[in-house]
């Protein structure tokens, strides 16, 4: 049974940071890429990071580049999405995803986790 499960959201004032976690288990981690989405209330969930299977290749929403970063432990299995300069724009619940077949659609992903809160006060 495949299980992806986040962690690291919370509450922070906007210009702060936040390390999101995303472990994995019940799947061969290495052999998927793994991203990162998010959903404001009253908003479709929204494509933010993501990273091929060997790690080479990282993808980002424009509106979180430069200030987000995604990266993975294939010894932990473990993905992370490392945020700095936060704004209020940014809330929303955070789910990681694995995907066999590509990065940017919600579709692409096989296994969802549960979401994070993250919260940004201005």
């Known amino acids: 049974q495949v299980q992806l499960v986040e962690s690291g959201g919370g509450l922070v004032q906007a210009g702060g940071s936040l390390r999101l976690s995303c472990a994995a288990s019940g799947l061969t981690f290495s052999t998927y890429g793994m991203g990162w989405f998010r959903q404001a209330p009253g908003k479709e969930r929204e494509f933010v990071a993501a990273?091929?299977?060997?790690?080479?290749?990282?993808y980002y929403v424009d509106s979180v580049k430069g200030r987000f970063t995604i990266s993975r432990d294939d010894v932990k299995n473990t993905v992370y999405l490392q945020m700095n300069s936060l704004k209020p724009e940014d809330t929303a619940v955070y789910y990681c995803?694995?995907?066999?077949?590509?990065?940017?659609?919600?579709?692409?992903?096989?296994?969802w986790g549960q979401g994070t809160q993250v919260t940004v006060s201005s």
């Open positions: 995803a694995a995907s066999s077949r590509g990065y940017r659609r919600p579709y692409e992903y096989a296994h």
């Open positions: 990273i091929s299977w060997n790690g080479v290749g990282t």
